[in-house]
């Protein structure tokens, strides 16, 4: 069943906060190949002036992944996780995310459309830091074979 277009303009409210500890920094640096000092020793990231670890930009991933849970199992939607590919994903920075910080990730439903035999939900995260500083904006989109 295709998904219906409608659910654009969804938007589900931030769950718990996202705690960014050091050892997932330092991880999660590894696992991409980022080698820059300041990802995994925290003297090399205070010595050019961050008050922490610095994640690697494309760190936002991992905490979208948790928050785009809301509209991927949610029931209204309808999709069908066994037939989903993850398509696309980018990111937009605001400032860097560092080891200590708290995101609130707001996920909106930007756009649901049909590509080639498949359903495409399009998704967006607004990140922000707990005291509600922009930290960025998380785009992703996943497609759904449709049945």
Known sequence: MALDASLAGRVYPPGPA?????EKVRAFALAVGERHPACHSLEAARALGHPDLLAPPTFLCVPMQRASDQAVFDPEVGLDYDRVVHR???????????????LLLTVHIDAVKPLGGSDVLELRAEVTAQNRAAVGTVYMSLAA???
């Open 88 to 102: 696309d994903q980018r990111f937009v920075l605001r400032r860097p995310v560092f080891a200590g910080d708290l």
């Open 145 to 147: 074979r449709s049945h």
């Open 18 to 22: 996202y705690p960014v500890e050091r």
